[in-house]
T-cell receptor, first 112, second 115 residues
Framework: DTGVSQNPRHKITKRGQNVTFRCDPI?????LYWYRQTLGQGPEFLTY????????KSRLLSDRFSAERPKGSFSTLEIQRTEQGDSAMYLC??????????FGPGTRLLVL | AQSVTQLDSQVPVFEEAPVELRCNYS??????LFWYVQYPNQGLQLLLK??????LVKGINGFEAEFNKSQTSFHLRKPSVHISDTAEYFC?????????????FGKGTLLTVNP
């Protein structure tokens, strides 16, 4: 296994810009999760995919956020019209049909 | 819904001393329990997990944890810590059953190992 990969690792953007992050799960893992971690806090669940279907979204995921997982492989998380409060580490995790999630290195977003 | 409380935000210890990081959870359903470690500017690495069976589980890097259902606790222990154990540790739970094993995390405990 090559592990979960995320790109970019760091992103600096200006308020109001759109950003997109990518997550490549461990191959053959059919479940994929996105979490957000702010400074000094534990990760918080954002959304979950089983294959290409987005099955649950947290109320933390405002309508400026959208996630996709075309063909059930990689996933993208887009934030439109970024705000300073969006500054955080965005973590992706994947799992085979099981309870154990494996995390990627994260994408750190800074909104100026 | 579940919640996790990590009772200590910071734990400083000396190298080779034992350590215990405390975790309590609340849930209306049966849960799976996890401990993850996060090194600076990195993602989370699974240390150990409790799914069922023996309440004492062993993980990587010499860590172990004990599930106590009556006290709804899942404390993490290591008999002798190293400088390299300095990191943030997160306790997490997920509900059993269904297909969404989304994790609910505590706020983390920063373990600092001093020489």
């Amino acid at each position: 296994d090559t592990g979960v990969s995320q790109n970019p690792r760091h992103k600096i953007t200006k308020r109001g810009q759109n950003v997109t992050f990518r997550c490549d799960p461990i191959s053959e893992h059919n479940r994929l999760y996105w979490y957000r971690q702010t400074l000094g806090q534990g990760p918080e669940f954002l959304t979950y995919f089983q294959n290409e279907a987005q099955l649950e979204k947290s109320r933390l995921l405002s309508d400026r956020f959208s996630a996709e997982r075309p063909k059930g492989s990689f996933s993208t998380l887009e934030i439109q019209r970024t705000e300073q409060g969006d500054s955080a580490m965005y973590l992706c995790a994947s799992s085979f049909p099981s309870e154990t999630q494996y995390f990627g290195p994260g994408t750190r977003l800074l909104v100026l | 819904a579940q919640s996790v409380t990590q009772l200590d935000s910071q734990v400083p210890v000396f190298e080779e001393a034992p350590v215990e990081l405390r975790c309590n959870y609340s849930s209306s359903v049966s849960v799976y329990l996890f401990w993850y470690v996060q090194y600076p500017n990195q993602g989370l690495q699974l240390l150990l997990k409790y799914l069922s069976g023996s309440t004492l589980v062993k993980g990587i890097n010499g860590f172990e944890a004990e599930f106590n259902k009556s006290q709804t606790s899942f404390h993490l222990r290591k008999p002798s810590v190293h400088i390299s154990d300095t990191a943030e540790y997160f306790c997490a739970v997920s509900g059993r059953g269904g297909s969404n094993y989304k994790l609910t995390f505590g706020k983390g405990t920063l373990l600092t190992v001093n020489p």
